[in-house]
């Protein structure tokens, strides 16, 4: 497993290690900055020196002039307004002990030239045609770009993009997601876009800096937000009217839930609710409406202290599974494993709550037709606590380090972010568009689901929890190695009891988090 370093780390081992100038001899400031709210030192050391690890000579610098100039204890915390010293890249080498430029850009192709470019995403039938469509019309309009592409469902699509990660043979742009984008920086597979942002190539002016934020790690930008998202449990209306229910309050506990639950399927005969209960997207969401999260803010250990919470919501799990209210999971592997909304229960009738992210309504709704209604609810929350509702990157658009072309790359992604038309194709399948003018743009143009979409992620927005730092890298091992084969599987097959597994995921997942540094 590769190690993470911090940037505090990072700054200490490089200054330790690094020949620099003593306290007698002065460090000339080659340039004055004085941070803004956007700043972070990786991305002033890569405007002025075209390398993002170079932000120690930065710090050093700053920190011996004294006077009206920032002390800097923690790089990875700088205010706006700070002044910092940008020593001259001649001194910023020697400070550093190294010698570093800017990336040799990549040849400009010749006049007539065909640029190839390679992409690849996840999703649903509806996700893959409107994509292609996008890609032909970015294509008509330049004839001198040829773009392939390849796409699969969530879990296939990074089994077939490890080996090519492995083997330098990704393709120029990937879609990304926020559980994993942290291990693919670490692994030192993507790009950093924040110099393709500053010269316009990808414009990101109008947009708010809650919506392009969760795309930075070490505070560089290696992810492009497509879309806020926010998880939901999708409700059929019409089943909920044939059970007698209400549709629930913002605020509905987990106590009403399993409750309306149980009477969906004893009024209606089918499921209650269809797979994905078990998902760890509701473990983490539990906890959030507890004031927690899965995971510590530095991603080494778990982040909560209570494992009865969730020894408590598998026990609710196994009495909606042995009430028949929910499917098996028997049923739920033979049936459900690796298939998209298309073939969730919910489009066929067979349940009347499904779990996804709100984005995902879409392509619900395609499925099952225009005649059906469906209501995004907030997810359930304790009793008491606070929102189990977060806002969120649906997914990302990234450079990867293998890409051949990746100044047409960035074009591509501006074009993918801000272009009205293409816009009015994807009709913000992969959640509400960061870009104000795109989001008033498709207002007349809204379907029955999108609409659905952009008033409840309006509901969240004012009433949600603050997002938690991006899941460690270490996350998509846990989840694959420990949470479902020793946790959720052996609980509902009834091989061993919730509690026990809870606090197997606490041993073996901590021991997992606890091999990061």
């Not at 004085?34 to 000579?57: C, E, G, H, M």
């Not at 499925?367 to 649906?394: C, D, T, V």
Request: charged share 20%; hydrophobic share 40%.
């Amino acid at each position: 497993m590769k190690k993470i370093v911090s940037l505090l780390l990072l700054l200490a081992l490089l200054l330790t290690l690094a020949p620099s100038p003593t306290l007698a001899q002065e460090i000339a400031c080659e340039n004055e900055v004085v941070v803004q709210a956007s700043d972070f030192l990786s991305t002033i050391a890569d405007k002025y020196y075209a390398n993002i690890l170079a932000y120690p000579a930065i710090v050093e610098a700053t920190n011996a002039q004294g006077g009206d100039f920032a002390k800097i204890d923690n790089p990875d915390a700088i205010e706006p307004g700070w002044k910092l010293c940008i020593p001259s890249a001649e001194d910023a080498q020697a400070m550093l002990g190294q010698e570093f430029s800017a990336p040799a850009a990549a040849a400009a192709p010749a006049e007539g030239e065909k640029i190839e470019l390679r992409i690849a995403w996840w999703g649903s039938q509806k996700r893959h045609d409107d994509t292609i469509k996008v890609i032909e019309m970015y294509e008509a309009e330049n004839p001198n770009v040829d773009i392939t592409y390849e796409f699969a469902s969530f879990n296939d699509y990074w089994t077939k993009l490890a080996p090519q990660a492995a083997g330098g043979n990704l393709p120029d742009i990937m879609q990304q997601d926020y559980a994993r984008i942290e291990e693919w920086v670490a692994n030192d597979w993507l790009m950093p876009l924040d110099s393709f942002v500053e010269a316009g190539t990808i414009d990101l002016s109008d947009v708010p800096e809650g919506s392009i934020n969760g795309g930075r790690i070490g505070g560089a930008l290696y992810g492009l937000n497509l879309g806020n998202n926010s998880q939901t449990f999708i409700l059929d209306t019409d089943a909920f009217a044939k059970a007698g229910l209400e549709l629930p309050r913002q605020d509905w506990t987990w106590q009403e839930f399993e409750q309306t639950v149980m009477t969906l399927h004893e009024k209606t005969g089918i499921w209650g609710m269809g797979p994905g209960l078990d998902n760890e997207q509701i473990w983490k969401s539990l906890y959030l409406g507890h004031g927690e999260w899965s995971y510590s803010n530095d991603g080494t250990q778990i982040g909560y202290t209570d494992d009865q919470i969730y020894a408590d919501f598998l026990h609710m799990m196994l009495r909606l599974q042995e009430a028949g209210a929910i499917p098996s999971r028997e049923e739920v592997v033979a049936r459900f494993t690796g298939v998209g909304p298309e073939n969730d229960p919910i489009v066929t009738q067979e349940s009347a709550i499904a779990s996804y992210w709100s984005n995902q309504i879409v392509a619900i709704q395609s499925a099952a037709g225009e005649n059906r209604n469906f209501y995004l609810a907030h997810l359930p929350r304790p009793e008491g606590g606070q929102p189990s509702n977060y806002l969120k990157p649906s997914m990302f658009f990234s450079i990867t380090k293998h890409a051949k072309h990746p100044e047409e790359a960035a074009k591509f992604i501006n074009y993918f972010t801000n272009n009205l038309e293409a816009n009015k194709i994807l009709m913000a399948e992969r959640g509400v568009p960061i870009s104000p003018k795109i989001q008033e743009g498709l207002k007349p143009l809204l379907g029955k689901p999108q609409t659905a979409m952009f008033e409840f992620l309006a509901r969240v927005e004012a009433d949600s929890s603050p997002i938690r730092p991006a899941d460690p890298a270490a996350h998509a091992d846990l989840i694959d190695n420990i949470y479902w084969p020793e946790v959720i599987d052996p609980v509902l097959f009834g091989l061993i009891t919730p509690e026990e597994g809870v606090a197997t995921l606490r041993k073996l997942g901590g021991e997992l988090l606890a091999q990061q540094e």
